[in-house]
């Protein structure tokens, strides 16, 4: 069967078909489950059916806040990454119903709960991953406006995603060049009705403005009127944000900053956040507490010196607060001042090496979370010295300060080990973006990014 058709079978532009897929393909899990499965001891029809409508909501809604929801160009997550949220928002959801069972002095046997969770976990991964290999293969196809640096910069950038295709480049008077691959399209030599056809014969789904400022009439005209023909038009810092997940700073000026709210969402995100955090810091904290002794002795056996490392960094609203980590470097690294860590530092011992790469040496960071100092996700702190120099050469550096810092983070997931200012601007922009989507859904998904994170060893 040709791509393009079995693409078309996963496509649902208003999710509308994920959604029933979802709540049959549950629905069927929990009663088939309960129906063939030899250990069950419920057997009232009405009653299962009851159980299974309640287990294929609940589900369904659970796996959209883990983030998956309707694979498309804009669905974030890696094969390795659906994975991990199918199969948390699946135990979740599975949990949640056995939590509601208890109530009725009701459980699953072990059995009847083993094939529930393989069969749901089944029906929701594989039609999606499949829907990954096949949809990624149509490219969308966008038009640049106009020609010159700033589409030039985009096409470079669009090179690291494979499912955008720069198939046409709008000019006019301003930016003069010669005709490129066929690819460009004259906005003053052709009539409006002949830019359409050749959008639509190019097969042209959005157009992304790259300059705005000072249009001729002609070709605003022209392109305020083509989203009526079906094809959408963004500008380049909103395609950017959109598709790129990140806030470009070159458009991220006065104009910018005060078309958006000055501080994320409202304090119920807040406090929604500072509620997760307790519950799972909470949690990993009395789970990892057996482990801290083991490594406090490990770190004085490898090396001199104490075994937790405590460095002022700056917090929420620029406020200073004392980071705690289990020391992964020699001891004094830091007598001559903070300095980046690069890869194969010479100050990390072989020791603090391993509880890098597995981040065990940012346990104490917990004890951060509990107090108040940090939250689960978040910016990254960054000590008082290196802050107060991206502070005075990164625009909009101090944005930062307006949530609480994190033990992972946007930047941290997209960006690799930042060690110099030009790594800390680019960081920069992931931590805009987070900021102005703050919500707990996200930080979900932050969390959900981090765990292939962890088991690549990456920072």
């Known amino acids: 069967m040709p791509p393009q058709i079995v693409s078309s079978i996963f496509e649902s532009r208003n999710g509308h078909r994920w959604i029933f897929w979802d709540l049959l393909a549950c629905f069927l899990s929990l009663f088939l489950a309960m129906t063939f499965t030899p250990a069950n001891t419920l057997t009232f029809l009405g009653l299962k059916v009851s159980i299974s409508i309640v287990y294929a909501v609940l589900t369904t809604v659970v796996i959209r806040l883990c983030g998956v929801s309707v694979?498309?160009?804009d669905f974030s997550y890696s094969r390795l990454e659906l994975f991990f949220a199918t199969a948390i928002g699946t135990g979740v959801s599975f949990l949640c119903l056995q939590f509601l069972g208890s109530l009725c002095y009701y459980q699953f046997a072990r059995t009847?709960?083993?094939?529930?969770?393989?069969?749901?976990f089944v029906s929701i991964f594989i039609p999606r991953l499949l829907a990954i290999e096949f949809m990624m293969v149509k490219a969308v196809k966008i038009a640049l406006y106009p020609s010159g640096p700033n589409a030039e910069a985009l096409q470079e950038r669009l090179k690291e995603k494979t499912n955008f295709e720069v198939a046409a480049v709008l000019c006019d008077s301003r930016y003069s060049g010669e005709l490129k691959d066929g690819i460009m399209i004259d906005l003053q030599e052709n009539s409006k009705?002949?830019?359409?056809k050749e959008l639509k014969n190019k097969q042209v789904e959005m157009v992304v403005l790259c300059e705005i400022k000072d249009l001729p009439q002609k070709t605003g005209k022209?392109?305020?009127?083509?989203?009526?023909?079906g094809i959408d038009i963004l500008s380049k810092g909103a395609f950017v944000e959109n598709y790129f997940r990140e806030i470009s700073l070159n458009y991220a000026n006065l104009h910018w900053m005060a078309s958006h709210r000055s501080l994320p969402g409202n304090t119920a995100i807040f406090?929604?956040?500072?509620?997760?955090?307790?519950?799972?810091?909470?949690?990993?904290?009395?789970?990892?507490?057996?482990?801290?002794?083991?490594?406090a002795l490990a770190i004085r056996i490898d090396s001199k010196g104490k075994a937790m490392f405590v460095q002022q960094r700056v917090g929420m609203y620029g406020k200073l607060f004392n980071v705690y980590k289990f020391r992964t470097m020699v001891d004094g690294a830091e007598k001559n001042g903070t300095?980046?860590?690069?890869?194969?530092?010479?100050?990390?011992?072989?020791l603090g090496s391993f509880l890098r790469k597995t981040r065990l040496d940012e346990l104490p960071q917990l004890?951060?979370?509990?107090?108040?100092?940090?939250?689960?996700?978040?910016p990254r702190p960054e000590a008082v010295k290196l802050a107060r120099m991206y502070e005075a050469q990164i625009p909009y550096y101090h944005r930062r300060y307006l949530v609480p810092p994190g033990l992972t983070g946007w930047a941290q997931i997209c960006y690799k080990y930042g060690a110099s200012v030009e790594d800390s601007r680019r960081k920069l922009e992931y931590d805009l973006y987070y900021i102005r989507h703050l919500s707990l859904l996200f930080d979900v998904q932050i969390i959900i990014k981090t765990i292939p994170s962890i088991m690549k060893g990456s920072r």
């Open 71 to 73: 694979p498309g160009k």
């Open 112 to 120: 009847v709960t083993a094939t529930i969770l393989i069969f749901t």
């Open 271 to 295: 406090s929604a956040k500072r509620i997760f955090d307790i519950l799972v810091a909470g949690i990993v904290f009395l789970l990892s507490l057996p482990l801290w002794p083991l490594i």
């Open 222 to 229: 022209i392109l305020m009127d083509v989203p009526l023909y």
């Open 193 to 196: 009705d002949e830019i359409i």
């Open 339 to 350: 300095h980046w860590t690069v890869e194969s530092d010479a100050r990390i011992t072989k």
């Open 367 to 378: 004890i951060n979370i509990l107090k108040g100092n940090m939250s689960i996700v978040g």
